[in-house]
């Protein structure tokens, strides 16, 4: 089967590589979709989220990384797509994310969403706090992939503070 994981991936973190790997090995294929929201300004442009995600997911086999604009159903027929997966982190991620999966069986009856909970070591993880604790030069190397480290230092030009 295959899974479409589509998110803002502003940037990827450790907690979405996690959901990644165990979606590979419950579905076997998968197709990364950034969003591309024309009415958001993000951190990173689609282009670089998009080289982020391919770097850092290099050694997973079946792997596609796309970027998208519009609904994620039309995405998913697009990309043959058999399954939307989808992660939960906590209780406020659930009417989210419950609302938008009811929403989307609305319009294509055929197209389940998947989700998986998130491994309890990186439940806290979120892109927004990734980037306020890279701001000001705080160690990420257990939140984000090592390329995403780097590019987040760089552009908030700070050096990782050792603690
Ligand atoms: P979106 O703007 O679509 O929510 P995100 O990049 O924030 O995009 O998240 C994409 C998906 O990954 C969502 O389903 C989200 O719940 C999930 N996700 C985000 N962070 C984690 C994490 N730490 N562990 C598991 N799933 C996560």
Do not use: W
Not at 68 to 81: R, V, Y
Not at 91 to 117: G, K, M
């Amino acid at each position: 089967m295959r899974a479409l994981y589509p998110g803002s991936f502003d940037p990827l973190t450790l907690g979405h590589l996690d959901l990644i790997e165990r979606g590979i090995s419950l579905f076997g294929e998968m197709v990364i979709a950034v969003l591309r929201n024309p009415s958001k300004i993000p951190t990173f442009s689609h282009e670089q989220r998009v080289e982020q995600i391919i770097k850092a997911t290099s050694y997973i086999p079946n792997v596609q990384v796309i970027s998208f604009e519009g609904l994620a159903i039309n995405c998913a027929k697009a990309t043959n797509a058999d399954v939307l997966l989808r992660g939960l982190r906590a209780l406020s991620d659930f009417e989210y994310e419950l609302q938008i999966a009811h929403t989307n069986r609305s319009i294509d009856n055929n197209l389940e969403t998947v989700f998986l909970a998130t491994a309890v070591h990186h439940s806290f993880l979120s892109s927004s706090v990734v980037k306020e604790v890279a701001r000001f030069g705080g160690s990420i190397s257990h939140m984000v992939p090592e390329i995403v480290a780097k590019d987040l230092y760089t552009l908030f030009n700070v050096v990782e503070i050792s603690q």
